[in-house]
């Protein structure tokens, strides 16, 4: 298994398709955090007190709407309450412009792009195979069949969380260059059901970015999956990348019935539950885990039964 997963890691090392995708990765990075330190004029810095207190007021007014909802009601007074220990602790709020803003920010625009090269990378690397003839040198092999299955799965899965290392990796060292590493040792407000509790920033990040790598996993599993059963890696792409298009904005329409919410991107970002309310009403973080733990084992099902059981056309 080891000399196979060393195999197909030589192969993506190899291809120079491998380091674009990477150096576009750094280089939209670096080119996003240029705009958002340099471009335009830079307006007069207020005073983040007096900034919260004005959102304070704002909040009261919307809290004090009786046509709002209950959960973003709930929501409302969640931010009331952090804002209030901003003020009495006198701990500023995470800004736009600042270390940490920007490599939340970063991920927001970055993740739909380092899923896209996911995509392209799984629905490549079992197709191609047989689309190139070189499956036969594969199958020779003493090496049973989803050995090889799972090597190429795993490397894949390695070079999706590589570009993601990168991502945060780029992204902290450019925030602070160009903001400054002053905020770095400042704490994380969390507030969790009302009680609220100072965590470590970097803690927070990588939390952060690890929920995101969810989506990912399960974007890289599903064109896994495509490629593995079609055999084409054009169609395992362009599935892959429509999905990915128009998964959540299909998935918004559809949020009026209550099956929604077993639907796989009503479930993928995690951070909901975090940052927000629950697409749909009564979802649980529980609930969404074991949502996506169904599809994953599906999708990985799929891809043993597909590249194992059928026949190699000669």
């Given at each position: ?73 709930a ?17 500023e ?30 629905g ?64 994380f ?72 919410k ?21 979802m ?19 891809s ?7 026949d190699?056309?000669?």
């Amino acid at each position: 298994m080891i000399n196979l997963i060393r195999n197909e890691n030589m192969k993506l090392a190899h291809s120079i398709s491998t380091w674009i995708m990477v150096g576009i990765v750094v280089i939209m990075i670096v080119a996003v955090g240029l705009v958002s330190r340099f471009a335009g004029t830079e307006a007069p810095k207020s005073d983040w007190k007096t900034d919260v207190i004005t959102e304070n007021e704002s909040i009261n007014k919307n809290i004090d709407n009786p046509e709002i909802s209950e959960n973003r009601k709930a929501n409302l007074t969640k931010q009331l309450q952090t804002n209030e220990y901003h003020l009495e602790h006198n701990i500023e709020p995470i800004q736009g412009e600042s270390l940490w803003g920007f490599v939340e920010g970063i991920a927001k625009v970055m993740i739909s792009l380092i899923s896209l090269f996911a995509i392209v990378m799984a629905g490549g690397i079992v197709a191609n195979e047989f689309s190139g003839g070189t499956i036969k040198l594969l199958l020779i092999r003493p090496s049973k069949r989803w050995k090889i299955l799972l090597s190429k799965y795993i490397s894949v899965m390695g070079y999706t969380l590589l570009m993601f290392l990168v991502l945060l990796v780029v992204s902290s060292l450019v925030g602070g260059i160009l903001f400054g590493f002053k905020e770095a040792s400042m704490p994380f407000i969390a507030n969790s059901n009302g009680k609220i509790t100072e965590t470590n920033m970097i803690v927070h990040i990588v939390q952060l970015y690890g929920l995101q790598c969810i989506s990912l996993v399960m974007m890289v599993t599903l064109a896994f999956m495509i490629s593995t059963v079609f055999r084409n890696s054009a169609m395992a792409i362009g599935i892959g990348v429509f999905l990915l298009t128009v998964g959540t904005t299909v998935t918004m329409l559809l949020l009026k019935y209550d099956w929604s919410k077993y639907i796989l991107f009503a479930n993928v970002d995690l951070n909901q539950y975090i940052d927000g309310e629950p697409l749909v009403k009564g979802m649980t973080m529980t609930f969404s885990i074991i949502v996506l733990l169904v599809y994953f084992v599906t999708f990985n099902v799929i891809s043993y039964i597909g590249f194992t059981k059928r026949d190699i056309v000669a």
